[in-house]
């Protein structure tokens, strides 16, 4: 059902509109606030904090479907679920989850995620912006980078340091409610897709943080971070899933349609021989996600075949639009067709959420040092 309905919104209202968003970089809040009435926006959360009570296989279908009409719109369904709504989950009091949760599963408020920094992306435990405790509240100063949603999202989930000399053991996830004193945006970044999702640079002078706004216990927040990226890595590779699958489906549509000395595309074996290579990995790529979301759902630890199917499904999806541009040649390349949309927005799945070559160290370390 949850995927008929993902399917359906993103046909009609994203798919149409897909080109407009990457142009004007610019999201629809109707649009957001429509996914938030279908409960795409939490879907694994309980009904009794305003979300769709359903599981993470349920979660990684819609998202395949909303990342195959617009990413940056799947961007926000991605944010809401896996980086806001799983850590308060897994991680809060009963009073946060209260508070949070149903305005962010409405749309009603944007969420965001903060963890990277200038000197701080792979190595999360060398922050440096910093949450001074003044008894009753955090008082943070510093910058953080690349984050998602950043000017548009009205609650923070920051990670931030709270003791300067304890490294990783130093760490605290507090959230930040926007706008208040002391907070600022920068101008979003310019990025070679995922266009109309806004990427900013966020500073802090001065920000006043209430201490029942810590997730979790107190230089501790590593551990929460490391549990978010592991459980949204199935989400990245259901986003780029969905992206390649988008590529795919123009393409054998494409090939069937366009002649060449007197013969569909489609009639000419190289032809065959790149369909064949695309479905495949379309394939073993939805059945590696599917399996990580299933596990999940069964209560098992899952870092290993999250950051299989995040690997796996990213790296599939750059080599999917690049054939798509390929086969579609100059149409390809030009935006008729969109595929030089979905090559673009497929790139970054190989590098947000833990970069292919971080994805290769835990799944190497987890094979030499394996856990249950």
Same mark, same amino acid.
């Given at each position: 059902m949850i995927q008929e309905v993902a399917r359906e919104f993103s046909q009609k209202r994203l798919v149409p509109r897909a080109e407009e968003f990457d142009h004007t970089g610019k999201l629809d809040m109707t649009l957001i606030r429509e996914m938030g009435e279908l409960g795409l926006l939490g879907v694994f959360v309980p009904e009794e904090y305003g979300g769709s009570g359903m599981d993470h296989l349920s979660y990684v279908l819609a998202m395949e479907e909303i990342s195959a009409g617009c990413s940056s719109h799947a961007s926000v369904v991605g944010l809401h679920n896996s980086l806001f709504a799983y850590p308060l989950l897994k991680f809060g009091t009963e009073e946060q989850k209260k508070k949070y949760l149903p305005q962010i599963c409405?749309?009603?408020?944007? !969420?965001?995620?903060?963890? $990277?920094?200038? =000197?701080? =992306?792979?190595?999360?435990? $060398?922050? %440096?912006?910093?949450?001074? *405790?003044? !008894? /009753?509240?955090?008082? @943070?100063?510093?910058?953080?980078?690349? %984050?998602? *949603? !950043?000017? @548009?999202? /009205?609650? %923070?989930?920051?990670? %931030?340091?709270? *003791?300067?000399?304890?490294?990783a053991r130093g760490i605290t996830a507090m959230i930040v409610e926007t706008p208040c004193d002391g907070y600022s945006v920068a101008p979003s970044e310019k990025k070679m897709g995922f266009k109309a999702s806004p990427t900013n640079e966020i500073s802090f002078n001065n920000v006043k943080v209430p201490k029942e706004n810590v997730i979790g216990e107190v230089n501790r927040g590593v551990n929460i971070a490391m549990e978010t990226l592991n459980s949204g890595r199935v989400s990245v590779g259901a986003q780029a899933l969905g992206i390649a699958r988008a590529a795919y489906d123009i393409s054998l549509q494409y090939v069937q349609e366009r002649k060449q000395f007197g013969k569909p595309l489609a009639a000419f074996q190289l032809t065959q021989a790149k369909l064949a290579d695309m479905q495949t990995k379309l394939h073993a790529s939805r059945l590696m996600i599917h399996y990580a979301a299933w596990k999940k759902d069964q209560g098992h630890r899952v870092v290993h075949e999250a950051s299989m199917a995040k690997l796996f499904a990213s790296e599939a999806a750059t080599a999917i639009t690049h054939m798509a541009v390929q086969l579609l040649g100059g149409y390809g390349y030009a935006r008729d067709y969109h595929v030089e949309r979905l090559y673009r927005d497929a790139r970054v799945t190989e590098i947000f959420e833990g970069t292919s070559e971080v994805q290769r160290l835990v799944i190497a370390r987890e094979a030499l040092n394996p856990r249950e």
């Open positions: 409405s749309g009603e408020k944007l !969420g965001a995620y903060s963890l $990277s920094e200038a =000197g701080s =992306g792979t190595d999360a435990a $060398s922050l %440096v912006c910093f949450a001074e *405790d003044k !008894g /009753d509240h955090y008082l @943070i100063n510093g910058t953080k980078l690349w %984050v998602t *949603d !950043g000017s @548009i999202a /009205d609650w %923070v989930l920051l990670f %931030v340091r709270t *003791d300067k000399d304890a490294g």
